[in-house]
T-cell receptor
Framework: DVKVTQSSRYLVKRTGEKVFLECVQD?????MFWYRQDPGLGLRLIYFSYDVKMKEKGDIPEGYSVSREKKERFSLILESASTNQTSMYLCASRVSGIYNEQFFGPGTRLTVL | AQSVTQLDSQVPVFEEAPVELRCNYS??????LFWYVQYPNQGLQLLLK??????LVESINGFEAEFNKSQTSFHLRKPSVHISDTAEYFCAVTSISNFGNEKLTFGTGTRLTIIP
């Protein structure tokens, strides 16, 4: 069965902290994605990765960075967390190809105080 | 550039009644279209997709969507809803290109609430 896991379901951090969100997929997928989900705004793409060590900025990359050292793991980094980064973060993966289904993790609800 | 509009943020429907969730897209090139569903406290999962061929596509749980190129729409319908259909539904579009790794653009979502 297809599986995308995220390291935490809920996370509370303080302003200015460095935050790591981890995503692991067990399907040998080439492409991985990080989105944030906010009420009324839907899903917005932060970063995506075509393959290991490759990354592309999405629509809202400011304040975020990513790391993909291994094919199965895609990390989202908030260098200095701010209150406006309080959100639900969703990770997804897929086989390479725009017509292919994206498989999503359950999400991490991050609160920055 | 591509965009997706879901005009209805919330749709309440009585159980066993029909429902239509509207989706309109904008793109200067040909597109692939998707509907994803998010059940409470879960991630998104694919409901159905249009790539080519028949403009009417169906899901395994009774939903269907019709690609209408002239109206740039991909509305989602179900003739009779069930309590278990309560979820948020997202329409998404991607433009066909040579790169093979284009991103999806999601709409803002429609929250479907089924009233017993």
């Amino acid at each position: 069965d297809v599986k995308v896991t995220q390291s935490s379901r809920y996370l509370v951090k303080r302003t200015g902290e460095k935050v790591f969100l981890e995503c692991v997929q067990d399907m040998d997928h080439e492409n991985m994605f990080w989105y944030r989900q906010d009420p009324g705004l839907g899903l917005r793409l932060i970063y995506f990765s075509y393959d290991v060590k490759m990354k592309e900025k999405g629509d809202i990359p400011e304040g975020y960075s990513v790391s993909r050292e291994k094919k199965e793991r895609f990390s989202l980094i908030l260098e200095s967390a701010s209150t406006n980064q309080t959100s639900m973060y969703l990770c997804a993966s897929r086989v390479s190809g725009i017509y292919n289904e994206q498989f999503f993790g359950p999400g991490t609800r991050l609160t920055v105080l | 550039a591509q965009s997706v509009t879901q005009l209805d943020s919330q749709v309440p429907v009585f159980e066993e009644a029909p429902v239509e969730l509207r989706c309109n897209y904008s793109s200067s090139v040909s597109v692939y279209l998707f509907w994803y569903v998010q059940y409470p406290n879960q991630g998104l999962q694919l409901l159905l997709k249009y790539l080519s061929g028949s403009t009417l596509v169906e899901s395994i749980n009774g939903f269907e969507a019709e690609f209408n190129k002239s109206q740039t729409s991909f509305h989602l319908r179900k003739p009779s809803v069930h309590i278990s259909d309560t979820a948020e539904y997202f329409c998404a579009v991607t433009s066909i290109s040579n790169f093979g790794n284009e991103k999806l653009t999601f709409g803002t979502g429609t929250r479907l609430t089924i009233i017993p």
